[in-house]
């Protein structure tokens, strides 16, 4: 029984998964009427960030002008093809994250960052809230060196802001991009689904500028 959810697994330890998505993604996004799986037009770019539950921050990307579309899903963790419920155990390694195609021309990565940053508490370690488990980590998984250095340096920054205001040590994780697994259809853009759901964002209220 693996019993710790907010230490994260070992190949020797992590849920065995499987092969395949073993459920339905959904075919077209709620809000932007744009397809799910899928890189998106040529030019634009693909962003993943980790900043609690995944309702709530799905919600908030795909509110930002020059993002084209969002889904939800599982990366940063060790087991192939997971469930949600998988995720949940603590077992996969996986933190629920949010995955962002958008256009460089309307939006910047740094613009990005500012929103991940402002949007819920990076100091809190596995948990964000109430919400407790390694699932619920801060992570930024970048996609290209630019990606991770801009990452880096906008942890830096905004480290100065938090540590001003009174907060520890940031523990968000910066790393490259692995494999993104979606979540089920049921997640994809839940609180379109379900507006009353709960899942709230645990902003700090300290700016990155």
């Given at each position: 029984m693996?019993?710790r959810k907010s230490?994260?697994p070992?190949?020797?330890n ?5 092969a395949?998505?073993?459920?339905d993604?959904?075919?077209t996004?709620?809000?932007t009427?744009?397809?799910l799986v899928?890189?998106?037009?040529d030019g634009f770019?693909?962003?993943v ?9 799905e919600?908030t ?5 020059g993002?084209w579309s969002t889904?939800v ?7 192939p093809?997971p469930?949600?419920d ?14 962002l195609i958008f256009d460089?021309?309307?939006v910047?990565?740094q613009?990005?960052?500012e ?8 100091t ?5 809230g109430n ?5 619920y980590r ?5 996609t290209?060196?630019?990606q991770q250095a801009?990452?880096?340096s906008?942890r830096?920054a905004y ?10 040590e940031?523990?968000?994780s910066?790393?490259?991009l692995?494999?993104?697994?979606y ?5 994809q853009?839940?609180l379109?689904?379900n ?12 700016t990155?500028?």
């Amino acid at each position: 029984m693996f019993g710790r959810k907010s230490e994260l697994p070992t190949s020797d330890n992590a849920l065995s998964g499987r092969a395949e998505r073993p459920f339905d993604v959904g075919d077209t996004h709620l809000v932007t009427g744009n397809p799910l799986v899928t890189d998106g037009p040529d030019g634009f770019e693909i962003a993943v960030f980790g900043l609690g539950c995944f309702w709530g921050e799905e919600k908030t990307f795909w509110e930002v002008p020059g993002v084209w579309s969002t889904t939800v899903g599982y990366a940063g963790g060790i087991t192939p093809h997971p469930t949600y419920d998988e995720v949940c155990t603590g077992r996969t390694g996986h933190a629920e994250v949010v995955r962002l195609i958008f256009d460089p021309s309307m939006v910047t990565y740094q613009q990005l960052l500012e929103v991940f940053w402002e949007n819920h508490n990076p100091t809190q370690g596995m948990r964000q809230g109430n919400d407790r488990g390694s699932n619920y980590r801060s992570v930024i998984l970048t996609t290209s060196e630019e990606q991770q250095a801009q990452a880096e340096s906008s942890r830096e920054a905004y480290q100065q802001q938090m540590t001003q205001a009174g907060y520890g040590e940031i523990t968000t994780s910066i790393l490259p991009l692995d494999e993104y697994y979606y979540a089920e259809a049921v997640h994809q853009q839940y609180l379109v689904k379900n507006p009353y759901g709960y899942c709230p964002l645990h902003a700090t209220g300290v700016t990155y500028a």
